[in-house]
C-alpha cells in the first residue's frame, strides 16, 4: 500500500483519521498498527512515532528532537487514536443529546416568535403612550400660552374703552373747572371765606384731569415687555427640545461590510452584516499556543460626504474590537491599526479597558460592559460620538473638521477559547430607503413608516 497525504495538525484533521480509523476497527479489515504506518507527520513528512497528549497530535522523531514537544506527555500511536476516539465518542453524544433537546424545534421558535412579537407589541404601546404624554403636555403649555395673550389683550382692550368713557366724563369735568375758574377770577375781591373752599374744589378737579391725561399715555402707549417674557420663555422651551432633539437614533441606517477587500481571517456573513474571525472552531492545544493576536480591519460598504448618520454595532461576543471611521486618505497607506494617525478615529475595547483613539493619542474611559455600540456622525459639525446604547452614555465625543469621505470601520481580534464576532444592527426597516431625509421620514397616511408604528 502506498504512503497517504500527510496527517495536518488540527483537529479537522485528527477527526478525519478518527473516523476513518474508527470504520477499520469496526470493520476488522486493517488493524491500527497497519494503519499507523500510513500516517505521516504534516510538519516534517516523517513517519508518526508517538502522540503528544499536550498538542493532541502525532509526533515523529525530528518533532521529538527539535524540542518543540519538549517535556510533553507521550504515549503510543494506539493509545493516541483511542484518545481521539474517546474524545469524538464523547462529542457524538453531546450532539445527540443537542439533538435530542431541539426536536421541538418548530414549537420552540413559534412561541419564541409569540413572545417577540408581544414584547415589539409592548414597546410600540409604551413608545406611543410617551408621545402622547409628550404632546398633551405640550399642546396644555401651548393652550396657556394663548389664555395668556387673550388675557392681556382683553385688560388692555378694557383699559382702552375705559379711556373712551371715562374721557367724556372728564370733558364735562373740564367744563366744569373753566367755568369754576372763571366765577373766582369775579369773586377774588371779596373777604367771603367759601371762596378758599372752592379754590380747593377747583384745583382737584384740575389733579384729577391731569392724571387722565397721564393715564390716557400710559394705556396707549401699550408696554409689550410681559408678551416679550412670554416669547423668551417660550423660545427656552423650544431651545431645550432642540438640545434634545433629534435623536441620534433619528438618523438611523442599515449599513453593511464590505466584502470586496477583507482580511484573510475574516468571514462576512452572505447579507453582510455579520463578521467573524476565521479561526478553526476547535483548534488542538498547539494551534493555540501558535496563533498570534492578530488585528483584521473591515471597512463598511458605504461613505458619508454631508449630513448625519448614525449606525449601531453588536459587539456582545467580541472581547477586543475597535470601531470608528476613516479617512479615504487611511486606505491608501495600507493595512495598519484604527486611531493611530490623524485620519482615523476610533473607539477600542481591549478586554475591560475601553478607551478613544486618534492620531497616536489615547484617552481612557471609564466604561467596561458595552454589548451595543451606537455610533453618530455629524460631517458638517465634525462631530464623532459613540454611545452604550443599553445604557444611554455618551462614551466619547470627538470633534474636527471632515472634508474628505468617511467610511466606518471595524477591527476584531482573535481571542482565545471563543470566536469572535461583529454584527451591524438594522435601525430602519428593509423596505424604507435611507436616501429619505429626516422630515421624509414624519409620519403621513401613505408612508410606510406609519404602517411600521401601527
Known sequence: MGQSAPLPHSKRGQGSAVRSASAHIHTKEITPKQHYKDC???????????????????????????????????????????????????????????????????????????????????????????????????????????????????????????????????????????QAVKQLQ???????????????????????IEDYHRNFLDVITFDNRRLKALEDSISKIVQMNKDLLPRPWEFGENITFDDSETHEHLRISGDKTKVQYGVSLYPNKRQKRKQKETV?????????????????????????????????????????????????????????????????????????????????????KGRLQFFNVLSGTVLHTFAGKFKNPLSPAFSIESQEGSTAVMRLCALMPKDLERSYSREDRRMSSDSGLERAMN
Open 186 to 208: 369775579r369773586t377774588q375781591d371779596t373777604d367771603d371765606a367759601t371762596i378758599i373752599m372752592k379754590i380747593d374744589e377747583v384745583e382737584t378737579g384740575i389733579e384729577e
Open 296 to 380: 483584521a480591519n473591515v471597512l463598511a460598504s458605504q461613505s458619508f460626504t454631508e449630513g448625519s448618520h448614525y449606525w449601531e454595532v453588536n459587539v456582545r461576543n467580541t472581547g477586543r474590537w475597535t470601531v470608528g471611521v476613516v479617512d479615504q486618505g487611511w486606505l491608501k497607506k495600507g493595512v495598519q491599526a484604527l486611531g493611530q494617525d490623524r485620519l482615523s478615529w476610533a473607539l477600542q475595547m481591549d478586554g475591560d479597558s475601553l478607551a478613544a483613539l486618534h492620531n497616536d493619542d489615547t484617552i481612557m474611559i471609564r466604561e467596561s460592559v458595552i454589548e451595543r455600540l451606537g455610533v453618530f456622525l455629524d460631517f458638517k
Open 40 to 178: 505521516a507527520c504534516s510538519i516534517h513528512g516523517n513517519a508518526v512515532v508517538v502522540y503528544c497528549r499536550d498538542c493532541e497530535v502525532m509526533v515523529c522523531d525530528t518533532c521529538l528532537t527539535d524540542r518543540s514537544h519538549h517535556k510533553h506527555d507521550f504515549v503510543t500511536l494506539k493509545s493516541g487514536f483511542e484518545l481521539q476516539i474517546e474524545a469524538a465518542t464523547k462529542r457524538v453524544k453531546k450532539l445527540k443529546t443537542s439533538l435530542m433537546m431541539q426536536t421541538a424545534i418548530k414549537s420552540q421558535v413559534t412561541k419564541a416568535k409569540n413572545d417577540l412579537e408581544e414584547m415589539f407589541t409592548v414597546a410600540k404601546e409604551n413608545v406611543a403612550e410617551q408621545y402622547r404624554e409628550i404632546r398633551e403636555l405640550m399642546d396644555q403649555n401651548m393652550q396657556q400660552a394663548f389664555l395668556l395673550i387673550e388675557a392681556l389683550n382683553q385688560s388692555m382692550i378694557q383699559d382702552m374703552d375705559q379711556l373712551v368713557r371715562f374721557g367724556e366724563e372728564y370733558e364735562e369735568k373740564k367744563k366744569s373747572v373753566q
